[in-house]
T-cell receptor, first 113, second 117 residues
Framework: ETGVTQTPRHLVMGMTNKKSLKCEQH?????MYWYKQSAKKPLELMFV???????ENNSVPSRFSPECPNSSHLFLHLHTLQPEDSALYLC????????????FGDGTRLSIL | AQTVTQSQPEMSVQEAETVTLSCTYD???????LFWYKQPPSRQMILVIR??????QNATENRFSVNFQKAAKSFSLKISDSQLGDAAMYFC??????????????FGKGTRLHILP
């Protein structure tokens, strides 16, 4: 049990669908992150939120839209995705953004048809 | 269930010296991958080194090498000739070898490495 919960575990969607990934932590952490793990590629940082404010966006296409309504919840809204977006999406949290140890969720396996 | 344990939350090493970060894991699988990731303050996860479980030879990448002891389920990272740029959080990670619906990555809690000038 890592303390970071991601839902759904698996998601299959068409390119025209709209779906959302959810991440939840009750560790009292203030920073939350989205990562993308593609086949045969290392982890890619997508977004960073600190105290609900987005502090980093690593050139992520606009078809990925993050939302952080509070420090415990983080969403990734998906719209008009491409086949190359199929990947494992990992959420993580840390006490703050200053390189504290991160707790990772189990990830959402996303497949784009 | 698979687990990854990094027992050293923080370590320090003098510049130009050698340091070893420890990692142990638990799995009943025979086919899997092990990784060391480096996370500098930018928070990007940089893959340092990767080891396939079926390979007996220890992986090396320039100044980074691993000591992979499959029977002991140990996967330590050795950094030789430490440089200031090596200062970061280091994560040990495990992944099943056969890609499928449950190919999640399991991370250790990390070891923060300080390089002393």
């Amino acid at each position: 049990e890592t303390g970071v919960t991601q839902t759904p575990r698996h998601l299959v969607m068409g390119m025209t669908n709209k779906k959302s990934l959810k991440c939840e932590q009750h560790l009292g952490h203030n920073a939350m992150y989205w990562y993308k793990q593609s086949a045969k590629k290392p982890l890619e940082l997508m977004f960073v939120y600190n105290f609900k404010e987005q502090t980093e966006n690593n050139s992520v296409p606009s078809r990925f839209s993050p939302e952080c309504p509070n420090s415990s919840h983080l969403f990734l809204h998906l719209h008009t995705l491409q086949p190359e977006d199929s990947a494992l999406y990992l959420c993580a949290s840390s006490q703050d953004r200053d390189n504290q140890p991160q707790h990772f969720g189990d990830g959402t396996r996303l497949s784009i048809l | 269930a698979q687990t990854v344990t990094q027992s050293q939350p923080e370590m320090s090493v003098q510049e130009a010296e050698t340091v070893t970060l420890s990692c142990t894991y638990d799995t009943s699988e025979s086919d899997y991958y092990l990784f060391w990731y480096k996370q500098p303050p930018s928070r990007q996860m940089i893959l340092v080194i990767r080891q396939e479980a079926y390979k007996q030879q220890n992986a090396t990448e320039n100044r980074f090498s691993v000591n992979f002891q499959k029977a002991a389920k140990s996967f330590s990272l050795k950094i030789s000739d430490s440089q200031l740029g090596d200062a970061a959080m280091y994560f040990c990670a495990y992944r099943r070898g056969s890609l499928g619906r449950d190919d999640k990555i399991i991370f250790g809690k990390g070891t923060r490495l300080h390089i002393l000038p």
